[in-house]
């Protein structure tokens, strides 16, 4: 066997074990969605939707916890959407460049690790008791947004440092301010990648459980929240809480209500690839 | 037809003798530039008269980049430059306290190396120095966009398609669209840093025959690595050498008969 043949033969071996690790993946995930089609796919139906959660696995539904995540979706982006940017924008364009930028920077990624129970605990200490919100959806959206935070800033700062300095420098050299290259350059040739950061980040918070059981969400919540200062549920820890329950029927419900945060997730990453898609297009 | 030829032959030539004595249009004295502990520029003084093109030439990193954007403040953003001496523009230090710099700037427009036009339609590129300036009555625009296309020689083969984008262009028009972007200000003195470096020698002849037209009504300082360029376009020429305007006078004197060693031998290709 000559050189070229062993050669060749390595090359395929490592493309068909590329393939495999692709696949292990795609296959775990497949088999757990078949999996919970399977229980629940029987179960969802328009009452499902609309139903208050009950003692009774077969009269219980979703609506509460579908809503919850609803206003903690809106809840959260309000607040960090504009916090997120802002901080990302001063950051990358007017911070000055030195010791304070540098630790700013590495507190800001450090932040993004920090696991999310802790983030429940400080949002228990300051918004739930401090601030005496309570255990309403304003501090569930408040301890979130803390949360995706970090995410935004890295995703506002990346989209902005990818603007060519070039364009930059043309819009200073016709005598516009710092804000207007910002605003009219600078934030519409970065606005798709920072809106990708944003949905990514958002979809994260709807899957978030455990720093909202911390600050006390509750998992039996018999009415739909009306303001930002109600008691709220959402749906992961409807599914938690259904999922520790014995009764079969139960566990049916938790997989149907799998199925509904699944398409909720699935929508909002979908949103994210189709808004990076155009933005790339536009600059090409 | 002989006598009008004439008269404009007289026109040109007392334009050049006026110009050789109106008052100096920008000048430096003692100018010291830094990046950091790096010095760039030592001790440079130049005096341009207005409507004269000023080539600046010179190898690589000898300054004449850091010189050109002096004079629009360009190098305020880098953050560890520093400068001694004065830069004077209409008799005024435009690095007094006092000088705003984005109304400076409307005042000195400039052309970069690589075109650099806005991810916009080419009608939008033109109008953005006007638009940052609040002006966004429809009329206006669309007169001095006009204007301003045919001055910088575009406006021939864009004037249907003003609505597309500016990326869509060949890069001399996009170039040619970037020197209409900055006429579109008005602005008196326009600062080019190799403008025809990344062009195709079609598209550079056109941007040079534009410098030619363009002098009649502004004051142009043009870096150029074209030795040629150089020769072709301009009135004066300023070799800098290891941040030192080695040699500063007269193009033809500078091309046929440099003073200094360093100059001829740069200008006879034996280095840089």
Same mark, same amino acid.
């Given at each position: 066997?000559?050189?070229?043949?062993?050669?060749?033969?390595?090359?395929?071996?490592?493309?068909?074990?590329?393939?495999?690790? %692709?696949?292990?993946?795609?296959?775990? @995930?497949?088999?757990? !969605?078949?999996?919970?089609?399977?229980?629940?796919?029987?179960?969802?139906?328009?009452?499902?939707?609309?139903s208050?959660?009950?003692?009774?696995?077969?009269?219980?539904?979703?609506?509460?916890?579908?809503?919850?995540?609803?206003?903690?979706?809106?809840?959260?982006?309000?607040?960090?959407?504009? @916090?997120?940017? +802002?901080?990302? #924008?001063?950051?990358?364009?007017?911070?000055?460049?030195g010791?304070?930028?540098?630790?700013?920077?590495?507190?800001?990624?450090?932040?993004a690790?920090?696991?999310?129970?802790?983030?429940?605990?400080?949002?228990?200490?300051i918004?739930?008791?401090?601030?005496?919100?309570?255990?309403?959806?304003?501090?569930? &959206?408040?301890t979130?947004?803390?949360l995706?935070?970090?995410?935004?800033?890295?995703?506002?700062?990346? +989209?902005?440092?990818?603007?060519?300095?070039?364009?930059?420098?043309?819009?200073?050299?016709?005598?516009?301010?710092?804000? *207007?290259?910002? $605003?009219?350059?600078?934030?519409?040739? &970065?606005?798709? $990648? !920072?809106?990708?950061?944003?949905?990514?980040?958002l979809?994260?918070?709807?899957?978030?459980?455990?720093?909202? !059981?911390?600050?006390?969400?509750?998992?039996?919540?018999?009415?739909?929240?009306?303001?930002?200062?109600?008691?709220?549920?959402?749906?992961?820890?409807?599914?938690?809480?259904?999922?520790?329950?014995?009764?079969?029927?139960?566990?049916?419900?938790?997989?149907?209500?799998?199925?509904? @945060?699944?398409?909720?997730?699935?929508?909002?990453?979908?949103?994210?690839?189709?808004?990076?898609?155009?933005?790339?297009?536009?600059?090409? | 037809?002989?006598?009008?030829?004439?008269?404009?032959?007289n026109?040109k030539? *007392?334009?050049?003798?006026?110009?050789?004595?109106?008052?100096?249009?920008? +000048?430096?004295?003692?100018?010291?530039?830094?990046?950091?502990?790096?010095?760039?520029?030592q001790?440079?003084?130049?005096?341009?008269?207005?409507?004269?093109?000023?080539?600046?030439?010179?190898?690589?990193?000898?300054?004449?980049?850091?010189?050109?954007?002096?004079?629009?403040?360009?190098?305020?953003?880098?953050? %560890?430059?520093?400068?001694?001496?004065?830069?004077? !523009?209409?008799?005024?230090?435009i690095?007094?306290?006092? #000088?705003?710099?984005?109304?400076?700037?409307?005042?000195?427009?400039?052309?970069? *190396?690589?075109?650099?036009?806005?991810?916009? &339609?080419?009608?939008?590129?033109v109008?953005?120095?006007?638009?940052?300036?609040?002006?966004?009555?429809?009329?206006?625009?669309?007169?001095?966009?006009?204007?301003?296309?045919?001055?910088s020689?575009?406006?021939?083969?864009?004037?249907?398609?003003?609505?597309?984008n500016?990326?869509?262009?060949?890069?001399?028009?996009?170039?040619?669209?970037?020197?209409?972007?900055a006429?579109?200000?008005?602005?008196?003195?326009?600062?080019?840093?190799e403008?025809? $470096?990344?062009?195709?020698?079609? &598209?550079? $002849?056109?941007?040079?025959?534009?410098i030619?037209?363009?002098? *009649?009504?502004?004051?142009?300082?043009?870096? %150029?690595?074209?030795?040629?360029?150089a020769?072709?376009?301009?009135?004066?020429?300023g070799?800098?050498?290891?941040?030192?305007?080695?040699?500063?006078?007269?193009?033809?004197?500078?091309?046929?008969?440099p003073?200094?060693n360093?100059?001829?031998n740069?200008?006879?290709g034996?280095?840089?």
């Amino acid at each position: 066997m000559n050189n070229a043949t062993t050669n060749r033969i390595k090359d395929n071996l490592l493309k068909y074990f590329g393939i495999v690790c %692709t696949l292990s993946g795609l296959i775990v @995930l497949a088999i757990f !969605i078949i999996d919970i089609l399977i229980d629940g796919v029987q179960r969802i139906d328009w009452e499902f939707m609309v139903s208050l959660p009950s003692r009774f696995p077969e009269k219980a539904g979703v609506l509460t916890a579908w809503t919850g995540t609803l206003w903690i979706l809106f809840l959260t982006a309000i607040i960090a959407i504009p @916090l997120g940017i +802002a901080a990302g #924008i001063y950051l990358e364009e007017y911070s000055k460049k030195g010791r304070l930028a540098n630790l700013l920077e590495i507190n800001i990624a450090n932040l993004a690790g920090v696991p999310s129970i802790i983030y429940g605990i400080l949002g228990l200490e300051i918004f739930v008791r401090r601030m005496n919100f309570g255990g309403s959806l304003l501090a569930g &959206s408040f301890t979130l947004a803390l949360l995706i935070l970090p995410v935004i800033i890295v995703a506002t700062r990346e +989209a902005v440092k990818a603007v060519p300095k070039t364009i930059k420098e043309a819009s200073f050299a016709l005598g516009a301010t710092k804000w *207007q290259t910002i $605003s009219r350059q600078v934030l519409p040739a &970065s606005a798709s $990648s !920072i809106i990708t950061g944003i949905i990514l980040a958002l979809s994260r918070a709807v899957g978030e459980t455990a720093p909202l !059981i911390v600050i006390g969400a509750l998992a039996y919540v018999p009415f739909v929240a009306k303001t930002p200062m109600d008691e709220f549920t959402v749906l992961p820890m409807q599914i938690f809480n259904w999922v520790s329950r014995p009764q079969h029927g139960f566990i049916i419900n938790a997989a149907a209500a799998i199925i509904v @945060l699944l398409c909720f997730v699935f929508v909002m990453n979908g949103l994210a690839v189709y808004l990076r898609n155009r933005g790339q297009k536009k600059i090409q | 037809m002989i006598m009008r030829i004439e008269s404009i032959k007289n026109y040109k030539m *007392q334009e050049q003798a006026n110009a050789e004595t109106r008052p100096y249009k920008l +000048a430096t004295r003692n100018v010291n530039a830094y990046y950091g502990n790096k010095k760039v520029l030592q001790d440079v003084n130049m005096q341009v008269r207005p409507n004269t093109v000023t080539a600046l030439i010179g190898p690589s990193g000898c300054g004449k980049s850091t010189f050109l954007r002096l004079f629009n403040r360009m190098n305020d953003y880098i953050d %560890t430059f520093r400068k001694e001496g004065e830069i004077i !523009i209409n008799g005024i230090d435009i690095y007094r306290k006092k #000088i705003k710099i984005e109304e400076l700037r409307k005042t000195i427009g400039m052309v970069f *190396q690589k075109p650099n036009p806005f991810p916009k &339609s080419i009608y939008e590129n033109v109008a953005y120095g006007l638009r940052i300036q609040g002006i966004n009555n429809k009329t206006t625009l669309d007169e001095i966009v006009e204007k301003s296309l045919i001055q910088s020689a575009l406006w021939e083969e864009v004037k249907d398609d003003l609505k597309k984008n500016a990326l869509a262009l060949s890069g001399g028009q996009q170039q040619r669209l970037c020197i209409a972007r900055a006429l579109a200000v008005e602005p008196s003195v326009i600062l080019m840093d190799e403008p025809a $470096s990344a062009l195709d020698p079609v &598209s550079t $002849s056109k941007i040079e025959d534009l410098i030619y037209e363009l002098k *009649q009504h502004y004051t142009i300082l043009i870096v %150029t690595h074209n030795m040629h360029q150089a020769g072709r376009v301009s009135d004066k020429t300023g070799f800098f050498y290891l941040g030192e305007l080695v040699e500063f006078g007269d193009t033809k004197q500078i091309f046929t008969n440099p003073k200094n060693n360093k100059t001829e031998n740069y200008i006879s290709g034996r280095f840089g």
